[in-house]
Structure formats: structure tokens, C-alpha cells
């Protein structure tokens, strides 16, 4: 029998393993699961830059068995994006998705196949593989980044909780072959129930943004002690956030500081983001770490709490080396 051929591998298979050897499955479930791994299949394609298609075959018995084909102009990327999804699918956890992208970048270019396929075309063909290649290794670094890494967890995480609390299923089968009816693949994993549950992610937050020279104008202060958040303008966007400077709300409290229109503030701003369902960064709160200064319509006002600061900063006595020495 002719070897696969990896290049050719262009098919996922995902085969729904049911108990009581049944063949039908809820059909919610089913389509829900299959746009998730929709959205998962594109995500990683438009990290590499490439603009793919997908189509499905009809389901098989024996359990449920279902095909997706992936097709674009990039004949190179495309199997190594199957490689990708299916490996993400049905590897630990706890693997890191960067370290793993890269390792299936670098096993899928070195291979015989890749390598026959300068020899095979001519001079205007092979620079045009090696530009494909190039932007491979190039976009490979996309998958590094925390924010990549946490949406692919979450894509993934949609997908078993999907199927977590669905009683018939035992476990899943993903495959990589060059034709959905033939025995032989590339490789196979296999994901039992029991371990769906590993996969899902408690938060889906990344890293916040400081801001740390931000200028804030304050449309709806809170003036009394309460768990409402400020309102106020931000690079021209409406925006909530939480005063966390203690002093300076103190201030407002007791009435120290006062607002008027025009009233701005500089400050430290904390941008908080978190991955969405749909693999992209948004931003979760703002929050307003330390007040540096404030105006009212171009006028400087005087921040109370960092004058006092300021004033121990200038009455401190620093030590001095002659001060060591006399000791």
C-alpha cells in the first residue's frame, strides 16, 4: 500500500465514540461542536496569514465519524494547519500552545517532503516556496504571544464543554488522512470523557495594559463612598472605571477636591483585557491605579496627598557617606 503523503493530509477526521454502540447523536450538540472547531481551524489559519475554506463530508456510523477539508492557495500551510488544530485538540493541557506550534512548524518543514518539493520546481516556483516557507517560520512567532495562547485555550475549552455533560459519548478520535474513507493517517489522538474537564480554562484573562501617563476627563465622579465606578473620556471613548487611589478618593470624600466641567485628571491607568469567545482581546475593566495630577479647563489644581508626599520627600534627611564614616 502507497504511503500518505503529508502534503496531501488536508483532512481532519473527528470520530464521536457513543456508548452502547449507537450511532445518532443530539443534533445540537453535533453542529455546536462543528462550529467550534470551525472557529478554531480559522483562527489558526489567519495566524499564519492564510485564507482558508473548509468543507465537510457525510457522517459515518460507528459511533459518529465526520471529515473537514481544508483548502486554500497555500498548498504548503494547509496540512500543516490541520496538523496544528488536531494536535492542539488532543494534547495535554498544560502544553504550552506556542511551544507546540513551533515544534510541529519545525518536524512538518524538515520533512522529506517538503524538502523534494524545491527540487520539483522550477526557479520562479521555488522562490515563491521559499517566500511560503519564510512567512510559515515568520507568522509561527504569533502563537508566542499570551493573548494567542490564551484564545486558542479558549476556542479549545468551548469545544469540551460542548460535550462534557453528554452522557453517550465515551470519547473523541481525531485523525489526520489525505481521504476520508481510507484506513492510514498522518497521526491520531484520542481525548477520553474523563478528561474533557482538564481542558477547560478558569479565566480567560491576559496580562493588563498600564497606562502610565493617562489623561482621563471626568464626566460622573463618585463624591460618596459607594462601589459605583467613575465615568469619563479617555482618547475620545466613553469609559467606567474604578478609583483605586485611596487618598485622593478620601479627598473627594471629604470634599478637599472638587469637579466642575473640564475637570482632568493625570494619572496611572490600568487597562485589564481578557480573550472573548471569538479569539479576540477586549477590554474588561479600567481602573485607576494613582492620581499624579488635575486640572479644570487647563488650570492646575492641586492634589492634596501628593503635596503632603511631596513635602516628606523634601523634609527627609538622606544619610550621607561622611555620615558612615563618623559612625
Known amino acids: 500500500m502507497e504511503d500518505i503523503k503529508q502534503l496531501d493530509a488536508n483532512i481532519l477526521e473527528i470520530h464521536y465514540w457513543l456508548a452502547n454502540d449507537r450511532h445518532s447523536m443530539d443534533a445540537k450538540v453535533f453542529y455546536t461542536c462543528q462550529q467550534e472547531l470551525l472557529g478554531l481551524i480559522e483562527y ?68 522529506t517532503e517538503v524538502k523534494e518539493l524545491e527540487s520539483l520546481r522550477n526557479e520562479k516556483e521555488k522562490l515563491i ?23 486558542i485555550r479558549v476556542k479549545r475549552s468551548n469545544y469540551y464543554q460542548k460535550l462534557i455533560n453528554y452522557k453517550d459519548l465515551e470519547k473523541i478520535s481525531f485523525a489526520q488522512k489525505d481521504h476520508p474513507l481510507r484506513n492510514r493517517n498522518i497521526w491520531e489522538g484520542t481525548v477520553s470523557k474523563e ?25 460622573a465622579p463618585i463624591l460618596k463612598r459607594s462601589k459605583r465606578k467613575w465615568r469619563g473620556i479617555y482618547k475620545k471613548k466613553d ?11 478620601n479627598d473627594v470624600y471629604s470634599q478637599k477636591i472638587s469637579f466642575s466641567n473640564g475637570s482632568i485628571i493625570h494619572c496611572l491607568l490600568l487597562e485589564k483585557q481578557k480573550i472573548n469567545r471569538n479569539g479576540e482581546v477586549i477590554t474588561s475593566e479600567y481602573e485607576v491605579v494613582e492620581v499624579d495630577n488635575m486640572s479644570i479647563n487647563g ?14 520627600q523634601e523634609d527627609y ?10 559612625t
Open 195 to 219: 478528561d474533557f474537564s482538564s481542558y477547560q480554562i478558569d479565566s480567560s484573562d491576559i496580562d493588563p495594559v498600564e497606562h502610565t501617563e493617562a489623561i482621563i476627563e471626568i464626566v
Open 299 to 312: 488650570i492646575p489644581q492641586e492634589v492634596i496627598h501628593h503635596r503632603k508626599s511631596k513635602e516628606r
Open 44 to 111: 489558526v489559519a489567519k495566524q499564519f496569514g492564510v485564507t482558508i475554506n473548509i468543507e465537510t463530508f457525510p457522517l459515518e456510523e460507528g459511533g459518529i465519524k465526520t471529515w473537514l477539508k481544508a483548502n486554500g492557495l497555500s498548498s504548503v500551510a494547509i496540512p500543516l494547519i490541520v496538523t496544528i488544530v488536531g494536535n492542539v485538540l488532543s494534547s495535554a493541557p498544560s502544553e504550552v500552545i506556542g511551544v507546540l506550534v513551533k515544534h510541529q512548524v519545525e518536524e512538518y518543514l524538515k520533512s
Open 129 to 151: 516556496l521559499e517566500a511560503e516557507i519564510a512567512e510559515l517560520k515568520g507568522k509561527s512567532t504569533n502563537f508566542q504571544t499570551q493573548h494567542t495562547d490564551t484564545a
Open 317 to 326: 534627611i538622606y544619610p550621607s557617606l561622611f555620615d558612615e564614616m563618623d
Open 239 to 249: 469609559i467606567s472605571f474604578r478609583m483605586s487611589d485611596q487618598e485622593f478618593q
